[in-house]
């Protein structure tokens, strides 16, 4: 998951509110439930010290989410009576609509709510050109259309010599089609930063578009047979979505496995376990941290100072290097903040629902930028 987009909670202190907001049951009293959520995230808030303007600010953006309620649900990053962040929620928070009130935003949750969700450009090929179309847990919409040349299309069976003159234009018509198709395709992916392709047609016109598509994109490409109606069905995209997102978390331990290979030198490209990850971070070494949220270390306690740099086990650690404010804060939370600061990414484990020897002990790890 590209970190990028939580920045703006790292520019300015805490503490913070961290509410996540369920809004994935829909009926005609749903603006009358979120403003009764509204008032008990404000009140939760309040009983954890919130300042009467955060609580404000949250129980308004919540009653909000009444006329414009997102599939799925959404999370409130709220200080000093401000809402600095929203996003939407891919999936409904498994406990619930709640609210938090910490010393840094509680966003590990959103590796697994928000975070793996690839976005899939659905392209439905044929000779003549391709419709676009946009998926992703949120929902679908039209991504535009591509038209090709309509002449030639289709071959003959005859063996005469203009006729095999004509069949000639007809492959040549193919290949200026699924050079415009590719092109097309490679613009809007760009465009919408999708993480998987999904072609929709047949054999040899997939396989034409495939190749000439990018090498970039080649790992992204997923191909499947004409859908029902002309429309792949939903279930289907679903299921290629979820196979992408189990071999994103695959490669990523596996990227982990061999970077805890020492070297001849007996140096670990990856750490795990809470001390090394926090010594890591302080270097400026993560470049990419792996947590499984139901880990021993995730709730593990550490201490913070103002800068993401400033963590440490104890509190004592940190006075020795000079800071002299600091704050007990969850560890998966003080990673990502060191993370989102240090360009690294993060991956959730969840989706591949691994176990043993092959995850990171305590379930926090990371590949390091250097040894």
């Known amino acids: ?5 939580l920045h703006p909670l790292y520019e300015q202190p805490g503490p913070w509110a961290s509410v996540y907001v369920d809004t994935s049951r829909h009926a005609e009293d749903t603006a009358h439930r979120l ?13 954890h010290g919130a300042d009467e303007a955060t609580c404000r600010a ?16 959404r999370v409130l990053f709220a200080r000093n009576g401000s809402v600095v962040l929203d996003p939407l929620l891919a999936r409904p928070p498994q406990d619930g609509s709640r609210a938090q009130w910490a010393p840094l935003p509680r966003v590990a949750p959103l590796l697994d709510l928000a975070g793996e969700d690839p976005i899939a450009i659905v392209a439905y090929v044929d000779r003549r050109g391709a419709d676009f179309e ?20 289709h071959r003959t069976v005859s063996t005469d ?5 004509f069949q000639l234009k007809v492959e040549n018509t193919w290949e200026h089609n699924a050079v415009e198709i590719a092109d097309a395709l490679s613009v809007c992916q760009e465009e919408t930063d999708a993480d998987l392709l999904i072609l929709v047609g047949d ?6 578009v495939r190749g000439r598509l990018p090498k970039r994109l080649h790992d992204r490409v997923a191909q499947a047979a004409h859908g029902t109606g002309g429309r792949l069905p939903d279930e289907d995209v679903e299921r290629i979505r979820a196979q992408h997102v189990h071999q994103r978390v695959e490669s990523g331990l596996d990227r982990f496995r061999a970077a805890r290979t020492p070297d001849d030198e007996g140096r670990s490209g990856a750490a795990e376990g809470v001390s090394a990850l926090v010594e890591a971070a302080r270097e400026h070494r993560l470049e990419e941290l792996l947590i499984r949220p139901d880990g021993a270390d995730a709730h593990r306690e550490v201490w913070i100072g103002e800068d993401a740099d400033q963590l440490a086990v104890r509190r004592t650690e940190l006075r020795t290097l000079g800071e002299g404010n600091s704050w007990p804060a969850r560890a998966d939370d003080a990673l990502l903040r060191s993370a989102v600061c240090q360009g690294a990414r993060a991956l959730s484990l969840v989706p591949a629902a691994p176990a043993g020897d092959d995850v990171p002990r305590g379930g926090l790890g990371a590949v390091l930028r250097w040894k």
């Open 203 to 208: 054999e040899r016109e997939r396989r034409e």
């Open 134 to 153: 946009l998926r992703s847990s949120l929902g679908g919409e039209d991504a535009g259309t591509v038209v090709g040349l309509e002449w030639p299309v």
């Open 58 to 73: 949250v129980e308004e953006a919540v009653k909000e989410l009444g006329h414009v309620p997102g599939p799925h649900g």
């Open 1 to 5: 998951m590209d970190l990028a987009f």
């Open 35 to 47: 403003e009764l959520t509204a008032r008990a995230l404000g009140r939760e808030l309040a009983r």
């Open 161 to 165: 010599w203009a006729e095999r003159q």
